[in-house]
């Protein structure tokens, strides 16, 4: 008697064990809850070296070794051909180093902002622009280096920046997906169909049992 196992592989798996099983790359149903049990405990591979490293590994080898555990299994994958075991070595947790980080990265992205708001105030020359904006409404020069031009704009561009990437702190606007987690879900996919794409690069001694 056949029985159908449905097979759901993730593009890119996160394992900290060098015993990766069948259920920590993919999710798996079955009517037969026993052969989901069976399949899930397969072993796909082991990792023998010591340092953090991706693998692209292929569905076929897990056709194989799950017709290998039991012939009379059917599989229907609903997943990725072709998936990315991304081992982590595991780490204590370094609390102090990542504040470290976060502030460091937090530094450059406000300096970093800050200097290309001020070249592109300076190249479109917005204080002209100002002494211009304030001669033809007022119909008078401008009094002073700072008015409520400036003011505004300041706010203005504080609340726009807030308000397109949607995210501050934990509170959001919508639920709609940040133009940075955007970015970063590009970023990691591009990243993922590279590595595939280039057949990612063998372990040394590595095998799939």
């Not at 370094?94 to 001020?118: E, N, P, S």
């Not at 592109?120 to 100002?130: E, K, L, P, Q, Y």
């Not at 702190?169 to 940075?180: G, H, I, S, V, Y």
Request: glycine content about 6%.
């Amino acid at each position: 008697m056949n029985k159908t196992l449905y097979l759901k592989l993730n593009q890119v798996s996160t394992v900290h064990d060098k015993d990766i099983f069948l259920r920590d790359v993919a999710s798996l149903y079955s009517d037969d809850a026993a052969v989901m049990a069976k399949c899930g405990a397969i072993k796909v591979k082991t990792i023998h070296g010591d340092h953090d490293h991706r693998y692209v590994e292929d569905v076929l080898d897990i056709l194989r070794l799950i017709s290998e555990a039991d012939p009379s299994v059917q599989v229907t994958n609903l997943g990725e051909t072709d998936y990315i075991i991304d081992y982590r070595r595991p780490r204590p947790a370094r609390l102090l180093w990542q504040w470290v980080k976060t502030a460091w990265v937090c530094v450059v992205c406000f300096c970093g902002a800050a200097f290309a708001i001020m070249t592109f105030n300076n190249d479109a020359g917005v204080t002209t622009v100002f002494q211009d904006v304030c001669r033809m409404v007022l119909g008078q020069e401008r009094q002073g280096n700072m008015s409520m031009l400036e003011l505004s704009y300041s706010v203005g561009l504080a609340a726009g920046i807030l308000v397109f990437f949607n995210h501050f702190a934990a509170w959001k606007l919508n639920t709609d997906p940040t133009p940075l987690e955007v970015e970063m879900r590009l970023y990691d996919d591009n990243i993922a169909r590279t590595l595939i794409e280039s057949g990612g690069e063998e372990e040394p001694g590595a095998h799939v049992p």
